[in-house]
């Protein structure tokens, strides 16, 4: 059974920057995409980010492009969302999910798809 721990969130100023960990346990990464995910209070959830086996192939939200970084460090079993240029709109709980994935390199932000979820971590953008 694959766990899923997030960390990094926390409270930023609008225009700072933070940096989220997604540690996997349970499996080595080696044959699972990443996805990071989000939702704000009274929205639905919506995908951020996702980034492929071989971290070859990234994918973003438009509300977060040039703006959020995903990166995986399968050594480490663990995946990065660096965010910077922080907006209010950007405040929700985030969330990592992850999936077996037959091809290397490509990833899909199709929330149904992910079977494996971590327990999230608070963002926060105010002044």
């Known amino acids: 059974q694959l766990q899923l721990v997030e960390s990094g969130g926390g409270l930023v100023r609008p225009g700072g920057s933070l940096r989220l960990s997604c540690e996997v346990s349970g499996s080595t990464l080696d044959n699972y995409i990443i996805g990071w995910f989000r939702q704000a209070p009274g929205k639905e959830r919506e995908g951020v980010s996702c980034i492929s086996r071989n971290g070859g192939r990234t994918t973003y939200a438009d509300s977060v492009k040039g703006r959020f970084t995903i990166s995986r460090d399968n050594a480490k079993n663990t995946v990065y969302l660096q965010m910077n240029s922080l907006e209010p709109e950007d405040s929700a709980i985030y969330y990592c999910?992850?999936?077996?994935?037959?091809?290397?390199?490509?990833?899909?932000?199709?929330?149904?798809?992910?079977?494996?979820w971590g327990q999230g971590t608070q963002v926060t953008v105010s002044s």
């Open positions: 999910a992850t999936r077996r994935y037959v091809l290397q390199s490509t990833c899909s932000m199709a929330e149904g798809g992910y079977p494996y």
